[in-house]
């Protein structure tokens, strides 16, 4: 196993413990956590999900359990479960691992069970059976636990943030009349994995016209001179934490017009994340970015929300978005990426990951926030 794959132990000790005291907070005899983001962040598992059960079952007060295939579990013993006090039941065909997961939560029948949203149907009916009523949802008791990021965490997103950064230096180079859209993102793939990802989670090459679509990612379009192309790209740095930023780039000089209202744009993140800061709502760092574009008139080209949350997933809570008033607290981590659009001619967007802090916020990406213009008569 890889060494920077996992947290040291004590970092999972310390989550399994205060999941288990949030169960225990919203009434719950425990929660059944399944392959997918949340076991990864309680224990350091990557483990995937098939037809057989493999789930973590922490119960509000007592030893956790995983119950698992006996064929998996050489793959377990890459978490931290080892070191983590956790009861390992294997199970091979022909045996009842649901039933299996109802012992280990105890008798507590008449709390409700919180199962990880990512868990399939497949399992969430028989589990359901053997403990005689329908789960709830273990979202809202994990939400403020990912939401908020350790120090451990906090590290990794800023290797993941310079990392992408150093790849977004390298991006002009690639940026040449004549190739497509598909050979820059090629190029670019190459360099994430270069620069110190673990891999690729997405790329966008929005060239012109495609540039308009939020989320466009590639295609056999041809770059041309006076191209505006918009790069948004990440993956994840070890121990799969992840980067998520976008630049704006101008194949040649762009017209007053594309200037002008990128300008406004930049205006528009910098209020952003001036915006920043404990006590600020969700709600209200979109409202700064939202205000400044509908002043200049630029309001219904701006068609998604400014941000989102980031770490083990390029998605997740909080969102950035009109609606959301949940406060800010130190340690959130989130994007800020307002964008224009202008269908069937070009778009831009500017995007960083912030940080909160105890009096306002880090970014982790350092790269200009200007247009960056890139020479079209070149000698590559």
């Known amino acids: 196993m890889c060494v920077t794959s996992r947290f040291d132990s004590s970092v999972y000790a310390h989550r399994l413990a205060a999941a288990a005291g949030a169960a225990e907070a919203a009434g719950l005899a425990g929660l059944v956590i399944t392959p997918g983001y949340d076991l990864r962040y309680l224990i350091g598992s990557r483990a995937q999900t098939f ?8 119960p509000a007060s007592g030893t956790p359990t995983m119950v698992v295939p006996r064929l998996e579990l050489a793959a377990l013993r890459e978490s931290a479960v080892d070191d983590l006090g956790v009861q390992v ?11 299996m997961v109802g012992d280990a939560l105890g008798t507590a029948a008449s709390a409700k069970t919180a199962v990880t949203d990512s868990m399939p149907a497949l399992h969430l009916l028989p589990l359901a059976d053997v403990l005689g009523t329908t789960p709830v949802l273990a979202t809202e008791v994990l939400r403020d636990l990912r939401m908020i990021k350790d120090a451990s965490e906090i590290d990794a997103l800023r290797r993941a943030g310079a990392a992408i950064d150093r790849v977004h230096a390298r991006v002009p180079e690639f940026l040449v009349p004549g190739r497509t859209e598909a050979e820059v993102a090629a190029d670019i793939a190459d360099a994430i994995v270069a620069e110190g990802h673990s891999g690729v989670a997405f790329i966008i090459v929005g060239s012109g016209p495609h540039g308009a679509d939020p989320h466009h990612e590639c295609s056999d379009r041809v770059l041309q001179a006076g191209d505006i192309v918009v790069v948004d790209i990440g993956g994840p740095v070890e121990p799969g934490y992840h980067s ?3 630049r704006t780039y101008s194949i040649g000089e762009p017209d007053v017009e594309v200037a002008q209202r990128y300008s406004i744009l930049q205006q528009a993140q910098r209020a952003a994340v001036a915006g920043v800061r404990p006590g600020v709502t969700a709600q209200q760092v979109d ?6 574009l509908a ?30 008033d949940i406060p800010l607290r130190p340690g959130m981590a989130f994007s800020v990426e307002p964008g224009i659009y202008f269908p069937g001619k070009w778009g831009a967007r500017i995007e960083d990951i912030v940080i909160v802090t105890a009096h306002g916020c880090e970014s982790l990406n ?9 020479p079209v008569d070149r000698n590559d």
């Not at 037809?51 to 922490?58: D, G, I, K, P």
């Not at 039941?89 to 039933?99: A, T």
């Not at 083990?312 to 009109?322: D, G, K, Q, R, T």
């Open 51 to 58: 037809e057989r059960l493999t789930a973590l079952v922490l």
């Open 89 to 99: 039941r294997d199970w091979v065909d022909g045996e009842n691992p649901y039933q």
């Open 244 to 246: 998520d930023c976008t």
């Open 287 to 292: 409202a700064a970015a939202r205000d400044v």
């Open 295 to 324: 002043d200049a008139g630029l309001a219904e080209f701006f068609v998604h929300r400014t941000g989102h949350g980031i770490g083990l997933s390029v998605h997740e809570e909080p969102y950035i978005v009109a609606g959301n």
């Open 366 to 374: 350092q790269r200009p926030h200007e247009l960056v213009v890139v």
